[in-house]
């Protein structure tokens, strides 16, 4: 069973799954042959049967495809799994969607752990280049040869890969409950989250949870956020101050809270109590 959602929607977009009904759209869309040259496995003419063949792929909750909606009309395609590779109408182009489309449906695919997303996009193919790049893909050096339905032939091209841990360190969860902020912890919190470490000596206060101070740098990259539910988190108050850091290590084990002082745990507790609850439980 897959942890990926059925629908998502935006303020602008819906994701949804494949069905019969879209298959005449989808033999349009990719029956246009400028559309149709940059997908390896897209045949000229683009028929029925072809587009049924999408829709055997997306019958599969495996590989995560999804119809790209808008207004209630079709305009493109994604899938996620084993490769990444999308489309989308000409008349929708140039208004941001398939960005909008991508950074929604990678933030649900790395919302559990899995495994990194490889795009291979043709050396010409310009538009999807400078897409994948302003997403965060990163370029792998050694180029490949794939073969072309379109062109008839095999073109150069580059994979494009992105991580979890790529991904949400370029697009950090940001959660907010009340007068409360939890975003991942990043290096520059050092100093901050060190006045919150246990103090050597201090019985009872020393779990074994947290490192000693000159073990911080390592121990925020070893539980740098990597899904959205995992990690080392501060929390901000509504002053951007931090005022508490929070661990979870991994799924399943109960979540490790430190504040900056008691005063601010009598303060705050409660309401950050609420918002672990229902985020990070």
């Known amino acids: 069973m897959s942890d990926f959602p059925e629908v998502i929607e935006t303020a602008d977009i819906r994701l949804r799954p494949m069905a019969v009904s879209d298959l005449n759209g989808v033999v349009q869309q990719l029956g246009e042959p400028e559309t149709a040259r940059w997908m390896a496995a897209a045949r000229q003419p683009f028929e029925h049967r072809d587009a049924e063949d ?6 599969d909750p495996a590989h995560r495809l999804r119809i790209v909606e808008q207004d209630g009309t079709m305009i493109g395609g994604l899938c996620l799994v084993p490769d990444l590779w999308f489309w989308l109408d000409r008349s929708a182009r140039g208004h941001g969607i398939m960005s909008q489309a991508l950074r929604t449906a990678i933030t649900a695919h790395f919302a559990r752990p899995a495994p ?15 897409l994948l790049s302003r997403l965060g893909f990163a370029r792998r050096p050694a180029g490949r040869r794939m073969f072309f339905h379109v062109e008839g032939r095999a073109l150069p091209c580059h994979d494009h890969v992105m991580t979890s841990g790529q991904w949400f360190q370029l697009h950090p969860p940001v959660l907010r409950h009340g007068r409360l902020t939890l975003r991942p912890a990043v290096q520059k919190d050092a100093a901050t989250l060190m ?3 246990p103090r050597a000596g201090n019985a009872g206060d020393d779990d074994g949870v947290w490192p000693r101070p000159e073990a911080l740098p390592l121990f925020i990259e070893l539980h740098r956020c990597r899904t959205p539910d995992r990690g080392l988190f501060v929390v901000e108050d509504q002053h951007t101050r931090v005022i508490a850091m929070v661990l979870r290590a991994a799924t399943g084990l109960p979540v490790e809270i430190r504040y900056l002082s008691p005063e601010e745990a009598a303060c705050h507790t409660t309401e950050l109590e609420a918002m672990l609850a229902r985020h990070l439980c």
Do not use: F, V, Y
């Not at 999408?54 to 019958?59: D, F």
């Open 54 to 59: 999408i829709l055997a792929i997306g019958q």
């Open 195 to 197: 006045a919150m470490l």
């Open 116 to 130: 990194p997303l490889i795009a291979t996009c043709r050396d010409d193919n310009l538009p999807s280049q400078t």
